[in-house]
């Protein structure tokens, strides 16, 4: 997700301007001059002037002072990647997108079929996504969310549920 | 002396001493682990404080900082690789010792010279805090919205990135924090109607994700590091004392360095190692020997990297204004825990303050004999492939943000934030900025409006107290040096704007 300065810096301008309009539509309080609009208005005026500021590149160079310091230290890794980049682009680019999309399936699936299903199939997905063969890709899948569920269930008391996989035998709910 | 006593007390307790123990123990690994942060690993474990006495959860967290923080130099000095990015500025002296065949001394210098400055910056928090604490009790809201803004506009001046994209990270954070109805008239807020964001965005869950998820995401798209191979270490800490002896200059610099920048708001570890990195250099008899393996500038920037991290307390602890992106975790758990930051913690709770001085102090001399048989079983830690420990992460993330308020509508805000930490650190955009943003977003409207209020509208009295002045002009200063520094640039330096290379 590498934008030109020129795309996030007319992002800011508008998600600034929008917040400043939004800001003040809100009703304020009956009798007094200050109320919850102000801050708002405030720092969506201030976004949009800092997003016109990025557009326009003020303030590239200090970046690039940065960047070539940590270039010298990441240059090997750098390397590596950008040789591995090449190959297959787009879909290695969507793999960054596998950890909040499972976060999402996990927000909808938890409560229909129990913790410790999904745990599994999220612990299983991202292993793979990382190159983990399966012999070590499924017994992680078995056992991490085991020793999870054990900890912030047992201990912690964190209602997790149990959904179809209630294990009476565990000590589980 | 009773209340030093009553802190004794505290912190011999069984459980506070188990949770430095396990503290220490998870930080060190963690820290050692590339790719995983000081921050993200005690992001991770704040989850896990809910549970715990108030004491012994500031403990956990004090504990797993300041581990990682050493922990980070191993894989650095071994493999060339930072495992943490506040070990990112002495890594290639610290490898170019290896090579040399001395990783025995590159790492003794870590471990030793983390402990020291983690305990010079602790005096700074025990000698620092209670003066400031009876100044801060004089305060008004003129005087604490000025503080809050000069907070804000330091994290900005110091991150290793442009200005201007600072800013609008920092502005991007309080307009999070504008979100909900905890706002001066109690009315919904850029809600759109959904019921889970009338409380606003939660602070914890939006770390979790800005710091760990979005992490994850990034070790997706990088290769994996190198594995270590297995060596047997000599003494670890021999020629340590002479070492000390020898650099003291460099050491005091360190420490005074990372205690100023670490209590300075929005900076931490990473600056200060850079900061002093350099300043060493600079400042050194043989600067030639710089990028060679020679120990001074890795004593002065491991010294001083720990030390930020105490004192990073000291503006969380007496305003409530982050010192870095561990306290901004830290300030969390301690309003939870009822040790809500504020002068009059000094004076209430004076035993809490003096236990937590002792825990510092105990999780930095703890460190030697942790951090040596960390450096020994290291090779069999970063054996464990990314992809054995990535997917705990996420497992963490989700059951740990659900853990917050048993809510899983937090667990949507660890993605969404995991998405924006993602794309916003690509671009250049500082997300300790945006944190610093989300952290202070109520406490600064509430200053202002309430400030407003007072005055009926009114600026002058934001300038007419001396205190509120000085902070005022002080925060103009900074809010116009960015400009200033480029003008001048500009002026004396036309073509470099025109040479410039585009981003690959």
Redesign the interface.
């Given at each position: 997700?590498?934008?030109s300065?020129r795309v996030?810096g007319l992002f800011?301008v508008a998600?600034?301007g929008l917040?400043a309009y939004?800001?003040s539509r809100?009703?304020?309080?009956p009798g007094?001059?200050?109320?919850?609009n102000?801050?708002?208005l405030v720092?969506?005026i201030?976004?949009a002037v800092?997003?016109g500021?990025?557009a326009f590149g003020?303030?590239?160079?200090?970046?690039?002072e940065?960047?070539a310091?940590?270039a010298?230290?990441t240059s090997?890794?750098a390397t590596?990647?950008?040789a591995?980049?090449h190959s297959h682009n787009w879909w290695?680019?969507l793999?960054?997108?596998?950890?909040?999309?499972?976060?999402?399936f996990?927000?909808l699936a938890?409560?229909r079929i129990g913790f410790l299903p999904t745990?599994a199939a999220?612990?299983?997905t991202?292993?793979?996504?990382?190159?983990?063969r399966l012999r070590?890709?499924v017994p992680?899948?078995i056992g991490?969310?085991l020793l999870?569920n054990l900890v912030?269930s047992k201990?912690?008391?964190?209602?997790?549920p149990s959904g179809l996989l209630p294990m009476p035998w565990l000590g589980l709910p | 002396m009773s209340t030093l006593l009553e802190a004794f007390r505290l912190v011999m307790q069984t459980d506070v001493l188990l949770a430095i123990l396990l503290a220490s123990i998870y930080g060190l690994v963690v820290g050692s682990l590339p790719g995983l942060s000081a921050t993200m690993a005690t992001a991770l474990l704040v989850?896990?404080t809910?549970?715990l006495s108030p004491i012994a959860a500031v403990a956990t967290i004090i504990a797993a900082s300041a581990m990682a923080i050493f922990s980070g130099d191993i894989p650095g000095a071994l493999l060339?690789?930072?495992g943490t990015p506040a070990s990112?500025a002495y890594?290639?002296e610290a490898y170019a010792m290896t090579r040399k065949g001395q990783p025995e001394m590159a790492l003794g210098i870590c471990v030793w010279f983390s402990a020291l400055g983690g305990i010079a910056g602790t005096l700074s928090l025990i000698v620092l805090a209670p003066p400031l604490a009876e100044m801060a009790l004089n305060f008004s809201t003129y005087e604490y919205f000025w503080l809050a803004f000069l907070g804000l506009m330091c994290a900005t001046m110091v991150a290793?990135?442009?200005?201007?994209?600072a800013?609008?990270s920092m502005?991007?954070g309080?307009?999070v924090a504008?979100i909900g109805i905890e706002?001066?008239?109690g009315?919904p807020?850029?809600t759109f109607g959904i019921t889970d964001l009338l409380g606003g965005i939660e602070v914890i869950p939006a770390l979790v994700g800005v710091f760990a998820?979005s992490e994850?995401?990034?070790?997706?798209?990088?290769?994996?590091?190198p594995k270590l191979p297995y060596r047997r270490f000599g003494s670890i800490l021999k020629g340590q004392i002479a070492l000390t002896k020898k650099y003291v200059a460099p050491q005091v610099r360190g420490n005074i360095v990372g205690i100023i920048i670490g209590v300075l708001p929005g900076a931490g570890a990473d600056m200060a190692a850079?900061v002093s990195y350099s300043m060493s250099k600079r400042f050194s008899k043989e600067p030639k020997k710089f990028g060679t393996g020679h120990p001074e500038g890795l004593i002065e920037a491991g010294a001083s990297n720990n030390a930020s991290l105490a004192s990073g307390w000291v503006p969380s602890l007496l305003f409530g204004i982050p010192g870095d992106t561990i306290t901004a975790i830290a300030i969390g758990v301690l309003y939870m825990k009822g040790l809500n930051p504020g002068p009059t913690l000094f004076t209430e709770r004076a035993s809490s303050m003096y236990a937590l001085y002792i825990i510092f102090i105990i999780a930095n001399i703890i460190m030697i004999p942790l951090g040596i048989a960390m450096i020994r079983v290291a090779a069999l830690v970063l054996r464990a492939?990314?992809?054995?420990v990535?997917?705990?992460i996420?497992?963490?993330?989700?059951?740990g943000a659900?853990?917050t308020g048993?809510n899983?509508f937090a667990?949507?805000t660890?993605?969404?934030f995991?998405?924006i930490g993602?794309?916003m650190e690509?671009?250049?955009?500082p997300v300790a900025a945006m944190v610093l943003g989300i952290v202070m977003g109520t406490m600064?409207?509430q200053s202002?409006?309430t400030s407003?209020?007072k005055s009926?509208?009114s600026i002058l009295p934001f300038f007419s107290r001396p205190v509120a002045a000085v902070l005022a002009s002080m925060t103009i200063a900074a809010l116009l040096w960015?400009l200033g520094v480029?003008t001048w640039?500009l002026l004396r330096r036309p073509t470099?704007?025109i040479v410039?290379?585009e981003?690959?």
């Open positions: 997700m590498q934008l300065d996030t800011m998600l600034g917040a939004g800001g809100l009703p304020p309080v007094q001059q200050i109320g919850p102000v801050f708002p720092v969506g201030g976004l800092c997003g500021m990025i003020i303030g590239r160079r200090y970046e690039e940065a960047e310091d940590l010298k230290i090997q890794i590596d990647t950008v591995e980049d290695r680019g793999r960054a997108l596998v950890p909040p999309a499972l976060l999402l996990y927000v938890v409560d745990a999220l612990v299983l991202t292993s793979l996504a990382l190159g983990a070590l890709a992680l899948a991490a969310p999870v912030f201990l912690l008391r964190v209602p997790l | 989850p896990v809910f549970y060339r690789i930072p990112a890594t290639d290793r990135s442009s200005p201007v994209k800013i609008a502005l991007l309080l307009l504008c706002n001066p008239a009315t807020r850029f998820v994850v995401m990034r070790a997706m798209l990088t290769a994996e590091p850079w492939p990314r992809a054995s990535m997917p705990v996420v497992l963490l993330c989700a059951v659900f853990a048993n899983l667990v949507i660890v993605a969404a995991g998405v993602y794309v690509r671009n250049g955009y600064v409207e202002f409006v407003l209020i009926d509208g960015p480029w640039r470099a704007y410039r290379n981003k690959p």
